[in-house]
């Protein structure tokens, strides 16, 4: 059992009650018997002077339960450059705390399950960047976030699904190379004059929803309002009623109150909005990105007790991709 909490920490503000729980490590079971999961975490938290960071997509008892900010990848990334925190849990996937670690060079980063990757992530390598920069000389190469930071290392610029048309045209060239997701950039072709030169990288989520999904549940709810991810298929977006990255699909709901809403993209958005926006009733077809489902109350815990695992990133390699998401954070 890790015993590397500090003999001298202070207790926390809100009282005896919650610090007894962490004042001496204990077995999981036995803290299980004295305070709830989130009780434990809550009060590790001040314990490590840590803050908790949850992607839209993270289950309700992480994204209601234990974090301190929310939000879609563009958000997560412009809060990890502000935090004074001196930890930073990434309650997402890696390559989210691996763009929190390019911000937080100092900082301690963990991510509670390293395996939690992303298909996206895992389509395209730096080598695959170099050799379309031979093919194209000259071309700026536009990389979504969801990659890892060698692949960031090779790019210009970095964007989200919230700014990658502002982004792309933010580099006044006629031509972008536009990595890795194939339906992203088929999206932003459609919004610009600039020509995309895409890859064939997919979310093996989105990818799975169908406009014969949306024509079912439009048939059997009435009145439903059918909002997509920019990473569905561009016959599901054609079928939408909006687009937009989850921050913007939030929006949507929260300003317009449908009375039904379809919400196509991760499941546990909906539960997380669902518990907020309780005048609308949300259809649920139930797509799980099984590496988002990989972060647990129990593995955060572990996370905050152990201060591992941790996110590093090569110096060389640090630097470089720093420099492009900087970029894309400069971006209004
Ligand atoms: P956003 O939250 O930036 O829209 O991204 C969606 C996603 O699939 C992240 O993995
Ligand atoms: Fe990657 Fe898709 Fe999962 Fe997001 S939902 S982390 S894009 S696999």
Redo the contacts with the bound molecule.
């Keep these: 059992m890790p015993t590397d909490l500090p003999a001298t920490a202070d207790a926390p503000p809100n009282g005896p009650a919650l610090y007894r729980p962490v004042e001496r490590p204990t077995a999981p079971q036995e803290r299980r018997g004295e305070a709830s999961p989130i009780a434990v975490i809550k009060a590790l938290k001040q314990q490590r002077k840590a803050v908790i960071l949850a992607h839209n997509?993270q289950t309700p008892e992480i994204y209601h339960g234990v974090a301190d900010i929310v939000g879609d990848s563009l958000a997560l990334a412009r809060r990890a450059a502000e935090t004074e925190a001196e930890v930073i849990v990434m309650a997402g996937?890696h390559f989210m705390a691996e763009t929190a670690k390019l911000l937080n060079p100092d900082k301690t980063v963990l991510i509670p399950d390293p395996r939690a990757g992303?298909?996206?992530?895992a389509s395209i390598t730096g080598a695959d960047v170099r050799l379309l920069r031979e093919a194209y000389p000259g071309v700026p190469v536009v990389t979504y976030v969801?990659t890892s930071a060698e692949v960031k290392a090779e790019s210009d610029i970095c964007c989200t699904s919230g700014n990658a048309v502002e982004v792309v045209e933010s580099l006044g060239s006629d031509r972008v190379i536009f990595l890795p997701d194939e339906y992203l950039a088929n999206y932003v072709a459609r919004q610009t004059k600039v020509r995309i030169i895409g890859w064939h990288g997919r979310?093996?989520?989105?990818e799975q929803f169908t406009p014969d999904d949306i024509a079912r549940h439009r048939e059997a709810f009435q009145g439903l309002k059918v909002i997509a991810h920019p990473?569905c298929p561009p016959e599901v977006l054609d079928a939408a009623d909006f687009v937009g990255s989850t921050a913007q699909m939030i929006g949507y709901v929260k300003d317009r109150r449908p009375g039904r809403v379809l919400l196509l993209t991760?499941c546990s958005m909906s539960d997380n909005v669902a518990a907020e926006v309780t005048d609308v009733e949300f259809v649920r077809p139930c797509n799980l990105?099984p590496?988002?489902k990989r972060i647990t109350l129990e593995n955060i815990e572990q996370a905050l007790l152990t201060l591992e695992p941790r996110v590093e990133v090569p110096a060389a390699v640090a630097a470089r991709a720093r420099r492009a998401v900087e970029r894309m954070l400069e971006i209004g």
Excluded at 203 to 206: G, I, N, S
């Design positions: 997509y996937v992303c298909s996206l992530a969801n979310c093996e989520v989105h990473e991760e990105c590496h988002m």
